[in-house]
Structures are given as structure tokens and as C-alpha cells.
């Protein structure tokens, strides 16, 4: 069975400093990976998302992800943080076709 | 990007009372819709399938009689939670596809912004 985990519900970090939303998977079979974003208000948007080609994927807003098999993670960072990044981050993982298992999500709050 | 509105973005009822929560894309036909509830701190899952014109496929251990879903139109699928109880309390939210959906489609599915129900 698959299933994702997100470490930490609430993450904070300083305007302009490194970001890092953790997330581990579990899954038998290779994975297909994704981030989501949901701003307030909004519906959820995709960030990135890997596919078994490179490991190191680059999506929206700065914002990247590395698929690292060995640890079964794929955590999100992003260099520098920005007021506009606030918002709930959720990772999901899929191995077949539309069913994506989700994690529980990351708010990530900025302080100026 | 394509949009899907949700309504409401929250709703208070009475236990017993029932709930309709309106799924509808905007600018694009979506021939499948998913429906999602999130407990606090948990993670999304997925309740069911719907397709247009066909009856929507459930998920094991979700109440077909309890959550209608209706999907009559390419561009609106509700969720109807009936006889709704403290319990059903919780963060309901949908995405439509724009066409049968696989991994590699999967950011063709737009999400709605979700629904707060809450039940006294």
C-alpha cells in the first residue's frame, strides 16, 4: 500500500530565508511523485511533479523537489522565501493512474 | 488555468438536515470529477469518482446512500451529504479532469477552493 507523510503541520520560516517541506513516501512499486499548493482561498494548484525522469525537478515559483529513492523522499525547497509563499503545501503520490494518496499537509508561514 | 468554483466555501446545518455542495468548472468540460474530505490534520481521501451521465463510483467505506453525488452536466457534479450528522463535520473538496485522467494527465485536474462543513 501507499501512503505519504509530511513531517511537521506547520512550518515557519523568515522572509528570505531557505525553505524545506519534508515529505516521505511508501510505495512497492517506482512512484509518481507531486506538490501541491492551495493559497488562501484558492483551489489547489500543482507545483512539480516527477515522473521517473530526472530526479531533481523544477516547478512554479522557485520552488524544486528531488526524488532521492534510497531515503523515499521528496522534499521541497525553494532558495529564498517570499511573503507570497505562505500558504498549505500538500505532497501526493500515485503509482497507477488518477488515484493520488495525499500527505497532510504543510502550512507555511512567513515572517517578515 | 482553467477554474473550478466550489459552493459554499463553508456551511453551518443542524444534525439531520441535509447539505448540497456544488462542484462546477467554468471555462472547460470535465468528463470526470473527484470528491475529497479532509479530517484536521489528515490527509485528503478521495470518496468517490463521478462521471457525466453515468452513476459515480465510491470508495470502500464511503456511504453511497448517505453522499449523492450527481454529476448531470460536463460543467457541475454535486455532493449531497443527507441526514448529515456531527460526525460528517469536515473539509470536502473537488477537482475535475479534463480528460479520463492518468499520472501523466494528473495536472490536468483543477481543484476547487473546498467546502467547510460543519454539523451541530
Known amino acids: 500500500a501507499q501512503s505519504v507523510t509530511q513531517l511537521g503541520s506547520h512550518v515557519s520560516v523568515s522572509e528570505g530565508a531557505l525553505v524545506l517541506l519534508r515529505c516521505n513516501y511508501s510505495s512497492s512499486v517506482p512512484p509518481y511523485l507531486f506538490w501541491y499548493v492551495q493559497y488562501p482561498n484558492q483551489g489547489l494548484q500543482l507545483l512539480l511533479k516527477y515522473t521517473s525522469a530526472a530526479t531533481l525537478v523544477k516547478g512554479i515559483n522557485g520552488f524544486e523537489a528531488e526524488f532521492k529513492k534510497s531515503e523515499t523522499s521528496f522534499h521541497l525547497t525553494k532558495p529564498s522565501a517570499h511573503m507570497s509563499d505562505a500558504a498549505e503545501y500538500f505532497c501526493a503520490v500515485t503509482h497507477s493512474n488518477y488515484q493520488l494518496i495525499w500527505g497532510a499537509g504543510t502550512k507555511l508561514i512567513i515572517k517578515p | 488555468g482553467a477554474v473550478v468554483s466550489q459552493h459554499p466555501s463553508w456551511v453551518i446545518c443542524k444534525s439531520g438536515t441535509s447539505v448540497k455542495i456544488e462542484c462546477r468548472s467554468l471555462d472547460f468540460q470535465a468528463t470526470t470529477m473527484f470528491w475529497y474530505r479532509q479530517f484536521p490534520k489528515q490527509s485528503l481521501m478521495l470518496m468517490a469518482t463521478s462521471n457525466e451521465g453515468s452513476k459515480a463510483t465510491y470508495e470502500q467505506g464511503v456511504e453511497k446512500d448517505k453522499f449523492l453525488i450527481n454529476h448531470a452536466s460536463l460543467t457541475l457534479s454535486t455532493l449531497t451529504v443527507t441526514s448529515a450528522h456531527p460526525e460528517d463535520s469536515s473539509f470536502y473538496i473537488c477537482?475535475?479532469?479534463?480528460?479520463?485522467?492518468?499520472?501523466?494527465?494528473?495536472?490536468?485536474?483543477?481543484f476547487g477552493s473546498g467546502t467547510q462543513l460543519s454539523v451541530l
Open positions: 477537482s475535475a479532469s479534463l480528460t479520463t485522467p492518468n499520472y501523466s494527465t494528473n495536472e490536468k485536474l483543477f
